[in-house]
């Protein structure tokens, strides 16, 4: 894990954003229909020096995606990235897997799902308003409970939101 840095300061540059699988899929499979929004997020973020923040669970579904979708090669290169600090992975802690058992339950007719809870957690647990996320369908729906919604990057394209 890269040395620590100042993941908390809200509302300038270097406040940080968490994310979830779908762009950074898209963002390492150049086929992929949001790969270029997807980078230009990841770009924007980096240049504004704002920690990316991974959750545990959604380092595995990318990881698992990233294989089957763009081979070893695709999956290594993600690693990779977490090891020379692009992306943070993050750990959960005991409240924030009891969070995602209310979440899940809560939104149980979607259903919201493990990968998309953790992100919610995470999200609430850090004070995080804003989701790096192509699931426009979940995650526009969610209520946090530190905001009163999540803002959703990249922002959908017309017709999708």
Not at 19 to 24: E, I, N, Q, R, S
Not at 57 to 77: F, T
Not at 128 to 151: C, I, W
Request: aromatic letters at 8%; hydrophobic letters at 40%; a negative charge.
């Amino acid at each position: 894990m890269p040395e620590a840095r100042n993941f908390y300061a809200r509302g300038s540059a270097g406040s940080v954003i968490v994310c979830d699988t779908g762009p950074l899929v898209a963002a390492a499979i150049a086929t992929d229909p949001d790969y270029h929004r997807c980078v230009e997020l990841f770009t924007g973020l980096h240049l504004a020096n704002r920690p990316i923040i991974v959750p545990a669970p959604i380092v595995a579904e990318v990881g698992y995606l990233l294989e089957r979708y763009g081979g070893s090669r695709a999956e290594s290169q993600f690693l990779r990235s977490l090891a020379e600090g692009d992306f943070v992975p993050m750990e959960l802690t005991s409240g924030d897997y009891a969070r995602m058992a209310d979440l899940v339950d809560q939104y149980a007719d979607f259903p919201l799902g493990t990968s998309d809870a953790s992100v919610v957690a995470l999200a609430e647990r850090l004070d995080v308003p804003e989701v790096g996320t192509l699931d426009v369908r979940h995650f526009s729906v969610v209520r946090p409970k530190h905001a009163r919604t999540l803002t959703l990057l990249p922002e959908p394209p017309r017709g999708r939101r």
